[in-house]
């Protein structure tokens, strides 16, 4: 037996009054790179001092497309980043479709051809003075203090963002924590430093020009007279539309930090970007005419769908993304099959599964790929309705009665431990019940169940419905949405951290950049010791770095592909590296802040045969030791 000594000094454990605030988003997700020149070389400055931003070449982007890697695509998305446009990812050196959206945005707004390739004209633009938006080069920094520090602050917790001791008017390691997790989600590169393009995000003076006052007026097109005072509505905006616009999104089960303020901030452009994906719309994160119409803001309508023709569905399989991806997935969904993840657009595993589930169901070759008897009975490229999944050993099915199963029908009003089990349906699925499964079916359970049926593509009546109940598994034909068992046979052999700790079910949570929360944040103090969950063998490290999402982490593989993801640790413990053969119970590391990370804690993931990511918290939560605060130190490798 070997003892490691402690590496980490413990800290205080948190006030419970921030623990709920943690919950929802310890992690943030916004792909980074290590902040660098046009040449490639990295840069640094004392604490508060001022430093220069790269220059860019004209010459250095004529030319770069889709496809185009290397530094200096990555000075062409700080350039962008600079004049005020948003690139999902970051700086990464990688020109992919998102890259391409931000060149088209910048390229409409200059009023320049829209082709989304770096021509001369744009190239010239882009490295032409007042790109950024500001000619000064100041940054506000570690060390900084003053007014203009204390309005970033206030700036900070008004969107949204945590701040640890507040508006204090002093920069130190939590305000620049608080500044890479803004800058993280708005596709901004995160430095730590409030810079001219993290001010103009922020809606603050640029650093050094004296002024900390948000702009009063939204930086967009107005709408045009008569459609819909609702639409057009986007980052900046302020006023009663703004805030019947958040109050409409929480109606519909969203969370927007900072609550119906009536000020569009990142936030609220978050929770917009949410619905539009699961609605399968462009993630613009501005107002349109179907968002209104979703939302039930004006009068306007939803103008019709443009009928699509069946070429384009006509052989999708995994790898597979756009729009075409979301009709078929929304068509699954309307059959009445599970889609996790909602309507995303993305062909993954968890689309081809239930892909061949239908497929099989209704005696179509089983390939996993769309082919044309699937666009058939999905009613892809046509307005027929999709062919529903037949009930077990029958011929495909019709709604059941009502009263066949006693879940259906329940609505506002109804109460009793059915309630009770519904309540606790939704939340498995990762949606938020304010007041939690009491049996009691209010306002807050209505808003849950229509979040639930608009993802899940169920007309949004707030009452169960047969199909609602099945995914839901909920009474009879319940084929469920998320269980432990969707992760086929994983078994864990022993809960990861050491306690006290504490943790929620925050699968798929919204995070920056359109992703969604894959796996489990168990929150406890930095230092405390990490256990593996199984046999296996340690088959990647992360270290950390500047910029890194992970922070210091690992993976514990076993020999079917299963694999186990550990996240934002401190450190390592003796003898753990690649390769290294470990046993369920064996330390294999502290608990640390490392990565984007909000507070201390474990970011846990599990995914079944090494494919996609399936929900972690029902399997920790089945051996929840918490409240074990014993070391157990144990070495099989050492």
Known sequence: MTIFPRTVPRTPRLRPSIRRRLIQGVCVTALTAVVVGASGATTSAAPGAAIEAPVAVSAAFTGLRVGSQGSDVQALQRALIAAGITVPGGADGVFGPATRQAVVAFQNARGLSATGDVDQATAAALTSPGTAGTSSGAVLSVGARGPQVTAVQKRLVALGVYLAGGADGVFGPSTKRAVTQFQGWNGLEQTGTVNAATATKLGVGAPGAGSATPPATAPTTPPAAGINAYVGLAQGARGALVKDLQTALQRKGLVVRGGADGVFGSATATALKALQRVNALSETGVV?????????????????????STSQYLGLEVGARGPAVKDAQQAL????????????????????????????????????????????????????APTPMPAAGSTPATPPAAGANPYVGLSVGSSGPLVRELQTALQRTGLVVRGGADGSFGPATRTALIAFQSVNGIPQTGVVTAQGAAILGLGSGSVGIVNPGSGGNVTLARFPVQGRCFFGDTWHDARSGGRRHEGVDIIANEGKLLYAVVDGEISKQYWDSPGALAGNGLRIAQPNGTYFTYLHMSGFAPGITVGTQVKAGDVIGFVGNTGSSATAHLHFEIHPGGGAAVNPYPYVKAIDDCSNTTPRYQSSFA
Do not use: C
């Not at 968002?291 to 039930?296: K, T």
């Not at 599970?338 to 599964?353: C, H, I, L, Q």
């Open 333 to 384: 969904i309307a059959a009445g099959v599970p889609v996790r993840g909602g309507a995303d657009g993305v062909f993954g595993n968890v689309t081809k599964s239930a892909l061949t589930t239908y497929q099989t169901a209704l005696g179509i070759t089983a390939d996993g790929t769309v082919n044309q008897a699937t666009i058939d009975k999905l009613g892809l490229g046509s307005s027929s």
């Open 288 to 308: 349109g005419q179907r968002e209104a119409a979703i939302l039930g803001l004006g009068t306007a309508t939803a103008p019709p769908a443009a009928t699509p």
